[in-house]
């Protein structure tokens, strides 16, 4: 079953602005994953926290984890058009390979 | 990057029919892939992995002669939708894991396969 929750479900923001996405999670996870989906396409990796890390920075990402809380947030800095889609946090099943995925965050940025 | 290339990615069909969805991965090798269904402005749910020379193993819930799954090669595992119905309509994606370590757990995904039974 999948065990993420995401909020908010949808967020609309205007360009430049900045967007934060959270997720949390039930179990415990060695690593926690974002990933970005078009309309009707397939998902992309963001970027990979591990458990042992608190904050880790990709270009405009930045995405926190908070094992103590099961929590973990993907802000998206100076907001463009073209960051419009849904992201999905995930984690390992038992920590392998197999994903739970997240409900995602349907994110629209108004140019 | 590595590409996982999906095909078709749509597909229309009658029910009754069976359908079938290819997964490759295209420059690299790939011992395990995966299989997902995704329903509209939803999440993406595992249905099974799909492992290179063996049987499929597969998620509670999904029914394995309804969902046949096949990885005949280092490239190559396909979904065959048997005797689809309705209620099967969905987004298909399917991911691979490089055999290699590149990456902590990171996967690589297809663009999806858009199946609509009538």
């Known amino acids: 079953s999948q065990q993420g929750e995401e909020d908010p479900q949808a967020l609309s923001i205007q360009e430049g602005e900045n967007a934060t996405m959270n997720c949390s999670y039930k179990t415990s996870i060695n690593n926690l994953q974002w990933y970005r989906q078009n309309s009707g396409r397939g998902l992309v990796h963001l970027i990979l926290i591990r458990s042992n890390e608190r904050e880790k920075h990709s270009g405009r990402l930045r995405v926190t984890l908070d094992t103590s809380k099961k929590s973990s947030s993907l802000l998206i800095t100076a907001s463009r058009a073209a960051d419009t889609a849904s992201y999905f946090c995930a984690s390992p099943i038992h920590g392998g390979s197999r994903l739970t995925f997240g409900e995602g965050t349907q994110l629209t940025v108004n140019p | 990057g590595a590409v996982v290339s999906q095909h078709p990615s749509r597909v229309i069909c009658k029910s009754g029919t069976s359908v079938k969805i290819e997964c490759r991965s295209l420059?690299?090798?790939?011992?395990?892939m995966f299989w997902y269904r995704q329903f509209p402005k939803k999440s993406l749910m595992l249905m099974a992995t799909s492992n290179e020379g063996s049987k499929a193993t597969y998620e509670q819930g999904v029914e394995k002669d309804k969902f046949l799954i096949n990885h005949a090669s280092l490239t190559l595992s396909t979904l065959t939708v048997t005797s689809a119905h309705p209620e099967d309509s969905s987004f298909y994606i399917c991911?691979?894991?490089?055999?290699?370590?590149?990456?902590?757990?990171?996967?690589?995904f297809g663009e999806g396969s858009r199946l609509t039974v009538l």
């Open positions: 991911s691979a894991r490089t055999d290699g370590a590149r990456g902590h757990g990171e996967l690589f």
């Open positions: 420059d690299f090798q790939a011992t395990t």
